[in-house]
């Protein structure tokens, strides 16, 4: 099976190497089969259990910095940066 899957993904593995291949992915895979066994079911008694709203932080009203300090460094004076087009 890893040979196959060596196969399609095009790589190039020597015997030894396809041997250590094998028993990573044994382990991957018992490790996922673990994985599954965790209960994953939502209650939303437990959600957000750890949080507490005493220990937030108090919204504060805050100045934000100037439009004209943020453009200064662009290059487009319509009030927006733009960047090089990257896709076709």
């Given at each position: 099976?890893?040979?196959?899957?060596?196969?399609?993904?095009?790589l190039k593995f020597s015997e030894k190497e396809l041997e250590e291949v094998a028993k990573q992915m044994t382990g991957i895979i018992s490790l996922m089969d673990k994985v599954k066994e965790i209960d994953i079911s939502y209650d939303p008694l437990l959600d957000n259990k750890n949080i507490y709203l005493n220990d937030l932080?108090?919204?504060?009203?805050?100045?934000?910095?100037?439009?004209?300090?943020?453009?200064?460094?662009?290059?487009?004076s319509n009030n927006c940066f733009v960047v090089p087009k990257v896709v076709e």
């Open positions: 099976m890893v040979k196959y899957l060596a196969q399609l993904s095009k932080r108090k919204d504060e009203k805050k100045e934000s910095m100037p439009t004209e300090k943020i453009l200064s460094n662009a290059v487009n």
